[in-house]
């Protein structure tokens, strides 16, 4: 990959370049995970404060001047917009500054079976599938419905739809699913996919995330090194995961160790909400509204500097063990992974 340039590029006051972005589509998702929303009663976004596909074409094309090379379809559940493989199309056009932007996305998984064909006709690249759980009536209680087949058969089309690599997310919990780590890795490796394991983060709907019940990633490392060999895997540059060879390779392991271990120094993500707020980080509680310029009379030069702004103001990591840390107001589902 080519440097990227300096001047214009969005920088932050620690030197940190940023390339990815991170786009959520919508807040609403198919699931009701008990780690991210309620049952009931969940604020959904106004649906005339949400992007339009324009809107979000044009926002993408100004970061791609930018430097940004990777744009990542969050929720919500992205699967969930009527028009996903439209925006699929549109994002997988517009030339970065080494050519197409790379278009991926992180799932629930519920509309692969459906969906996996087209969008990969459309340009995506990549698919993350969360997968929580292997067991049906853990699966029903977790997530408060009965879909796990219908996130099997989103692995399977995912498979022969080609993308690749295909990772698939789970969140370990104490008391819920701890004992499941092992199996999960498996499923993985029988599909040519990467088991990944992300710490529980304090991005709850109901505020109720305790760093005491939460599983590090060195306990999750432990239960498999029970049953595999794990060998480490080199540097990790910006990526999130700490990945692992599994009894010499080549199926691979990862792990998100956001809380107990931070990458924040090599951090190049930024994120739009479906609502038009820019943030410069997972846990920011400030956000920059690019709505208005975006229904006014901005130029994008406008729309660039805004963004260039915003990273500025980023902060040097993610204070989780400062003891003024606060959780953000909004949660996971509404700030796109």
């Known amino acids: 990959m080519s440097a990227v340039p300096q001047r214009g590029a969005l920088v932050d006051r620690f030197g940190r370049v940023h390339r990815d972005l991170r786009i959520s589509l919508t807040d609403r998702c198919s699931l009701r995970c008990t780690y991210c929303m309620p049952a009931e009663g969940v604020p959904w976004l106004a649906k005339d404060n949400l992007l339009t596909t324009d809107e979000l074409e044009r926002v993408a094309r100004v970061a791609a001047s930018l430097g940004i090379v990777e744009v990542r379809l969050t929720g919500g559940e992205p699967l969930l917009r009527r ?32 969906l996996a064909p087209d969008l990969a006709a459309a340009g995506l690249a990549r698919v993350n599938i969360s997968i929580d759980t292997l067991r049906r009536d853990r699966f029903a209680e977790l997530t408060r419905r009965d879909r796990l087949d219908d996130v099997l058969e989103g692995i399977d089309a995912a498979q022969a ?23 999960l890795v498996r499923f993985a490796v029988d599909r040519g996919a990467e088991m990944r394991f992300i710490e529980q983060m304090p991005l709850d709907a109901g505020h109720i995330w305790s760093r005491v019940e939460m599983i590090r990633g060195e306990e999750i490392l432990d239960a498999l090194r029970g049953a595999f060999r794990l060998t480490p895997i080199g540097e990790r540059g910006a990526a999130p995961a700490e990945r692992f060879l599994v009894d010499d390779g080549p199926a691979t392991v990862g792990v998100i160790a956001s809380v107990t271990a931070p990458f924040c120094g090599a951090c190049d993500r930024v994120r739009l909400t479906a609502d038009g707020q820019l943030r410069n980080y997972l846990f920011a509680r400030e956000e920059d509204d690019l709505l208005p310029l975006l229904r006014g009379d901005a130029t994008d030069d406008d729309l660039a500097e805004l963004m260039r702004r915003c990273i500025v103001g980023k902060r040097a990591g993610h204070g989780i063990d400062d003891e003024g840390f606060l959780q953000p107001d909004r949660p996971m589902s509404a700030i796109g992974g």
């Open 83 to 114: 028009d996903v493989v439209d925006v699929v199309r549109r994002m997988s056009r517009i030339e970065g500054i080494d050519g197409p932007l790379e278009v991926s996305m992180t799932t629930n998984g519920l509309r692969l079976g459906e």
């Open 161 to 183: 739809a080609g993308f690749a690599p295909l990772k698939l997310n789970a969140v370990p919990m104490r008391g819920v699913n701890e004992d499941e780590l092992v199996d």
